[in-house]
């Protein structure tokens, strides 16, 4: 339908003589962005505003997804420049809550053929900036560690290596290598082990099979998001190349995070080649609750809420499964929050934010802890690895204890976790 | 490293200073991003020109106090001052046209006391009407200002455009449900507004009626910074009947009789007319298909009790069965008042004349007109567009919708919606959209009815009229703008309000 492909205007190339001045890298990445920037820029009907984290606890509109976009029509003008630019863009978890409230993305994109996509657009110029030389001093150091470690330095000085990735699973006799492995993320792996440790007890209790993995690095999500690109995809290489070589068919993700880097990043990096079936752990755990393998059955005298983690909720729809998990679990009291509330929620601990911005991302999560006070609960459950160290520290404060889905259900599946839940 | 390029404002020496004292640095803005993007509104302008609208600089003021600082600080140098909440209004007001500071109210978004007994609440101007609603959910109430931009317009911005709320016939416009609002005077001093002297005082004789006086000024005579509001009961039901009609002539029938009906929980009725079911048919993928045979709809809403909304809904909709209206069954009727209310849907692409699709903003010009002239000054604007797309490609007719403004049909929000491609407005097409403006304008008072109902008339080519709209009172405007803005610092350039200070305006010091 030739028709219905909008026309290139004839200023595709912005005012005269500025090509001259721009990079070969700028030039192609506004060719890519303008007319998605534009998009934004015509309707200026900012829906998105008043959902999104970071412009919720900062008021400035320069944060903003509707800024983020309107900054590219002005670089296509001449008006900024990547050097410009380059420090707002910091202020983003990559929730996607924007995507999903764009008037664009609610009708338009239907006719367009595509959708709003503030994340994609926040990441491309964060990774414009890093190959123009313009670097964010938290970024940067946060990426150079975990190229030298092989792992997200998420203990701070406390090194992350290689020979500890495994730690987690002491005294768990868990094999490696297999069909099936169970990738654990940075955080899980090293900070908050209880997680992984519930994940592999509960699987095992299920019969299900699978080992670890070989030699694991960071899955390099987090370089990607940070504008990183080429390291983000040397560690793609490298896991699947180790999932090549040891027949791993099938991957098991705890962590959202991950699990939008294996679905989106890794199938973008190389394409038909890559066969590997992900699993999300939590939609796992729902299908064998369901068919009867697992049955949650003491009780946990808690009064919950859930927190959808942005990732999961806003990025990749999965919102229904957790809840399914904890309405199995006998002894709960849940008081739930709509996930199209939820929309407007984020712990703050995406998107690097926390790494260039920890006190926005204090706010974020203290904001969202609120939420969960009104509600008069005394555990958030969450998800998410990553949510869970700024949520609780947040809770801390308002007595409310951070809880992840995976340690409830092994406890209410009466396995005794162990490993450090980070408190 | 990082090198985000913070210039030197253009403002005199000891401006940024002073404000740095005040406000704190995090608050004082002056890098490029954050001065771009304050010089955005939804209102097209071509894009080869934003710089001319760029501020100095840009503070976020967190407290009545440091806002009255700031204005002080701006009125001791002539420097000029912006306020700007939400930034979602259609007339510029939030623009600056001669640089200086934007005043950014955002952080002044608290909820500060909601009063159960009086059913009112305060709170800061910097909180948009979704996120308030969403707290007075819990006590089962609403504030039921309700503009097209209801999830992203702020209170205060709402006060400085006087705004108008689609279910304004049930539950009045915002002049109407804010009963009072502390205001910083372009002079930097505080004052209070309201009917009378009382907070929450919905109706008073005493003195002059200030509260309207500080209302719809678009930022040239204050900043609102905290506002007192009235509450309802959050409506148990609502009913949003589509009727279809073969003529736009039938239609604007039938919409009188129900806003002559007389139903107490009738919130509004809106009348497309045979251009906007077109545009919508050929382009808006929101739009519910519908029998070629439609050419003109109406839509009626009502909100309230259930017990009364039923009753009322059986009257209504035996009011335009009378009057040859179809129903279009309850699908329609849901599924496009949402899309067209809740999601505030427009397809932002039109068409070029060989029927090309082309990225263009949505633009609506408006006016209040009585419903006895609807129909001329239909014909007469989509004229005026029809010329104006025949000269330039970049322009396209996306219909008119008529709105009742009050519950007895006594005038119409009437709005001709342009969709205008700004990658390619040049400077040509630009002066012909705001001549083809002015035309619209006139028009309207031809008709002897008003500029706008809705987006205020200070954008360039209306604004030209207001004077002879005004008659007058224009005069009585110069004397009171004289009068609170001695230095002429308060969003100079709009309203031709230059005019009160002489024929050659004050130049502020610092050359900005």
């Known amino acids: ?423 | 490293m990082t090198t985000s390029t913070v210039t030197t404002p253009r403002v005199p020496d000891g401006v940024l200073g002073a404000l740095v004292d005040v406000l704190g640095g995090e608050h004082v803005l002056t890098s490029r991003t954050a001065r771009f993007n304050r010089a955005r509104v939804p209102a097209p302008f071509p894009v080869h020109r934003w710089r001319e609208r760029v501020p100095d600089l840009v503070v976020l003021p967190g407290t009545a106090e440091e806002v009255a600082e700031v204005v002080r600080i701006a009125n001791a140098h002539g420097v000029p001052i912006v306020p700007r909440d939400g930034g979602t209004g259609l007339t510029d007001g939030a623009v600056p046209e001669r640089g200086g500071i934007v005043v950014d109210v955002k952080r002044m978004n608290e909820v500060k006391e909601i009063d159960l007994e009086n059913r009112t609440c305060t709170v800061g101007t910097g909180i948009s009407m979704l996120k308030l609603n969403e707290v007075l959910a819990g006590h089962g109430l609403i504030y039921p200002d309700n503009p097209a931009s209801y999830p992203c317009s702020l209170v205060g911005g709402r006060i400085g455009t006087s705004g108008w709320s689609l279910i304004g016939a049930r539950y009045g416009h915002t002049r109407d449900l804010v009963l009072s609002f502390e205001l910083v005077l372009p002079t930097g001093r505080v004052i209070r507004v309201g009917d009378g002297g009382g907070r929450k005082v919905s109706k008073s004789s005493s003195g002059y009626q200030l509260k309207h006086l500080f209302m719809g000024h678009q930022g040239t005579l204050g900043i609102a910074t905290e506002a007192t509001l009235k509450l309802y009961p959050k409506p148990e039901a609502e009913f949003s009947p589509f009727w279809a009609f073969a003529d736009f002539d039938s239609a604007h029938r039938c919409v009188q009789r129900l806003a002559h009906a007389g139903v107490a929980t009738f919130a509004g009725a809106v009348l497309f007319d045979e251009r906007k079911v077109e545009y919508l048919r050929r382009d808006d993928e929101a739009y519910i298909p519908q029998p070629a045979d439609v050419r003109a709809l109406v839509c009626a809403v009502a909100y309230g009790n259930e017990d009364e909304v039923r009753a009322g809904g059986t009257r209504l909709m035996r009011v335009a069965r009378a009057a040859g209206a179809r129903y279009l069954g309850d699908e329609i009727s849901q599924g496009d008042w949402a899309a067209r209310h809740d999601r505030y849907a427009t397809p932002l692409h039109g068409r070029t004349r060989s029927g090309q699709v082309a990225p263009m903003s949505w633009h609506c010009e408006d006016a209040a007109v009585n419903w006895t002239e609807l129909p001329a000054v239909r014909r007469e604007w989509h004229a005026i567009v029809d010329r104006l797309r025949g000269r330039f490609d970049v322009f396209d007719d996306w219909g008119m919708f008529f709105y009742t403004s009050a519950d007895t049909g006594v005038d119409y929000l009437t709005e001709i919606d342009v969709g205008i491609w700004e990658q390619e407005l040049d400077d040509e097409a630009w002066a012909a959209w705001v001549a083809a403006k002015r035309d619209i304008a006139a028009v309207a008072l031809r008709h002897g009815g008003s500029i706008s109902a809705c987006h205020g008339a200070c954008r360039e080519g209306e604004v030209d009229l207001v004077p002879l709209e005004l008659g007058g009172g224009y005069d009585v405007m110069l004397d009171i703008k004289r009068a609170l803005d001695p230095r002429g610092v308060m969003n100079p350039g709009k309203y031709g309000l230059d005019r009160a200070y002489g024929p050659s305006p004050a130049e502020p010091e610092g050359g900005v």
Request: glycine share 10%; hydrophobic share 35%.
């Open chain 1, 1 to 423: 339908m030739t028709d219905s492909e909008p026309c290139s205007p004839a200023g595709a190339g912005g005012p005269a003589g500025d090509g001259d001045r721009r990079s070969p890298a700028t030039a192609e990445f506004l060719a890519d962005w303008r007319n998605a920037a534009y998009n934004c820029f015509s309707s200026g009907h900012k829906f998105c505003r008043e959902v999104c984290p970071v412009m919720q606890v900062t008021r400035n509109e320069s944060w903003s997804p509707t800024a983020f976009h309107a900054n590219v029509v002005a670089m296509e003008q001449g008006e900024l420049t990547v050097e410009d630019v380059a420090e707002d863009y910091v202020n983003c978890t990559g929730c996607g809550a924007c995507e999903l409230r764009c008037p664009n993305t609610l009708f338009t994109g239907d006719f367009y053929r595509f959708r709003t996509r503030t994340v994609d657009l926040v990441k491309r110029v964060r990774a414009l900036a890093v190959e123009s030389g313009v670097h964010q001093p938290g970024h940067r150091r946060w990426n150079e560690l975990t190229e030298q470690r092989a792992h997200e330095p998420v203990l701070g000085d406390v090194p992350v290596s290689q020979e500890h990735v495994r730690d987690w699973a002491h005294g768990l006799g868990l094999p490696v290598g297999g069909e099936t492995i169970l990738f654990v993320d940075c955080e899980a792996a090293f900070h908050r082990t209880s997680v992984p440790r519930a994940v592999a007890q509960i699987l095992r209790l299920a019969g299900v099979e699978f080992g670890l993995m070989g030699e694991q690095w960071c899955c390099g999500g987090p370089a990607a998001e940070m504008g990183y690109r080429d390291q983000a995809r040397r560690f793609a290489e490298h896991n699947l190349a180790d999932w090549r070589a040891g027949g791993v068919r099938r991957v098991l993700v705890l962590d959202p995070h991950d699990y939008v880097t294996f679905t989106e990043d890794y199938p973008a990096y190389f394409g038909d080649a890559y066969d590997v079936e992900i699993v999300l752990v939590v939609e796992l755990l729902a299908k064998l609750i369901e068919d009867g393998t697992l049955t949650p059955t003491v009780p946990v005298p808690r009064t919950i809420t859930y927190h959808d983690p942005c990732r999961l909720n806003k990025r990749k729809g999965v919102w229904q499964e957790p809840r399914r998990v904890l309405r199995a679990i006998p002894g709960l009291t849940f008081h739930d929050e709509d996930r199209v509330t939820q929309w407007s929620y984020c712990s703050g601990a995406g998107g690097g934010l926390p790494v260039e911005r920890p006190e926005l991302t204090a706010r974020i999560s203290g904001s969202r802890m609120d939420r969960a006070a009104a509600l008069e609960v005394d555990t958030l459950v969450s998800a998410c690895p990553w949510s869970e160290r700024p949520l609780a520290e947040a809770g801390r404060a308002r007595s409310i204890d951070v809880v992840d889905i995976h340690e409830l259900l092994a406890e209410s599946l009466g396995i005794e976790v162990g490993g450090s839940t980070g408190r």
